[in-house]
């Protein structure tokens, strides 16, 4: 009774609230483990999903992946949230954005490799803002292949959470998930940090 009470009395004075946006929370390194074995380790563990999630659900699964500046609260210090709200990031792309489409024509897909670039463990404190220390990711080349056919596609600004894998919030929208595409030029290039290679590419010159 008293919950309907306080329905009531919210929709009377127009003061009902939204649900609280969840709090993300950093995976850390542990001790004594090496960041680069660790990330590597991150990315074959968690990647999968994250695709899943892009070839799924589409343009709510990549809402869902990204980040939000309320959601680094704490995470971020107060100056590097505040940076990142004054960054102009655009609009998130509508459901019928060409991406989108391009994912879930790849639903089902098995990850086959990954190429990053850009891979580091931010420290506390530092030049960046984060309070703590966290996995960053500034490019990933995610290579997938379905029924014999392959594909890649970059996404671009990942740290890694409790979760899983997430899109930074300070990344542009328009730059943030590329649609996926076959004969993709960069598979070939593999100009990597930290790579596992996918079988179906070419060795790199030399080598």
């Known amino acids: 009774m008293r919950r309907r009470s306080e329905i009531v009395l919210a929709l009377t004075c127009g003061c009902a609230t939204t649900p609280a946006v969840p709090v993300a929370h950093p995976r850390a390194v542990p001790p004594g483990v090496a960041p680069m074995a660790f990330v590597s380790a991150a990315l074959e563990r968690d990647l999968p999903a994250f695709v899943d999630t892009l070839s799924t659900q589409g343009r709510d699964g990549y809402r869902r992946l990204r980040l939000g500046s309320e959601q680094m609260e704490g995470w971020l210090g107060p100056d590097a949230l505040t940076r990142q709200r004054n960054t102009l990031v655009g609009i998130v792309p509508s459901a019928n954005d060409r991406?989108?489409?391009a994912w879930r024509r790849w639903g089902g897909s098995t990850v086959a490799g990954w190429c990053a670039r850009g891979v580091r463990v931010a420290e506390r404190d530092g030049a960046e803002g984060f309070t703590?220390?966290?996995v960053v990711i500034d490019r990933l080349l995610v290579v997938g292949v379905r029924d014999g056919a392959t594909w890649a596609a970059w996404t671009e600004g990942l740290v890694l959470e409790q979760g899983g894998w997430r899109l930074a919030p300070w990344v542009?929208?328009?730059a943030s998930v590329e649609a996926p595409r076959r004969a993709h030029p960069d598979v070939d290039l593999w100009d990597c940090d930290l790579a596992r290679r996918?079988?179906?590419s070419a060795p790199p010159p030399g080598g």
Do not use: D, E
């Open 198 to 200: 996918p079988a179906t």
């Open 172 to 174: 542009p929208h328009a």
């Open 99 to 101: 991406r989108w489409t």
């Open 132 to 134: 703590t220390r966290t």
